[in-house]
């Protein structure tokens, strides 16, 4: 096989070098024979390498590099909410709708970012801004109701200041 026709069948290449350097640092942490316990750190890191989602390719390039089956890496990309399949907007809402941010009002936070952003739950805004997820859990129960944009919590949610979070957002 031509050095070209091992570069096309490697998908390696799709994981940029800092990315790679990022996923080696995770797999320093495990046994040299336990690459693959890298792999939810990797899907992340290769996530946000591509604009917040992970492509199917990019998903065999981590499941190579980790030199694992792809299998199992689709099989822990599909499982976590916390991995998107398609892209996302610029902001990524994960709303979380478990027991206690139900009962503590999720539903009304949900429908309050439904009628703000113009969009459902698993949809992205058409100027491409806002994507709104549902979640399970973001193990935050004592803040309910709850979401996440960008890597931070915001709890203890009203529409008052759920208007006030997105005013803030670019």
């Known amino acids: 096989m031509s050095l070209l026709q091992q570069r096309q069948a490697s998908k390696t290449h799709l994981l940029n070098a800092e990315s790679r350097q990022d996923i080696d640092r995770w797999v320093a942490k495990y046994p040299a024979d336990r690459k693959s316990s890298a792999v ?5 890191i290769a996530q946000e390498q591509n604009a917040g989602y992970l492509s199917n390719d990019l998903i065999e390039a981590v499941a190579e590099y980790l030199e694992m089956e792809a299998i ?11 991995y998107d399949r398609d892209p996302v907007g610029r902001h990524k809402i994960s709303v979380c709708t478990n027991i206690s941010c139900m009962l503590c009002g999720s539903d009304d936070v949900v429908a309050h970012l439904e009628k703000r952003l113009g969009i459902k739950l698993g949809e992205t805004s058409d100027d491409g801004r806002f994507t709104l997820k549902e979640v399970e ?4 129960c ?5 979401f996440e944009v960008a890597k931070t919590y915001h709890g203890n949610l009203t529409p008052d200041k759920i208007d006030k979070i997105l005013d803030e957002l670019d």
């Not at 004592?142 to 709850?146: G, I, L, S, Y």
């Open 142 to 146: 004592v803040e309910a109701p709850m």
């Open 72 to 82: 199992a890496a689709y099989e822990v990309a599909t499982f976590y909410s916390m």
């Open 40 to 44: 939810m750190a990797a899907l992340r």
């Open 137 to 140: 859990c973001l193990g935050a």
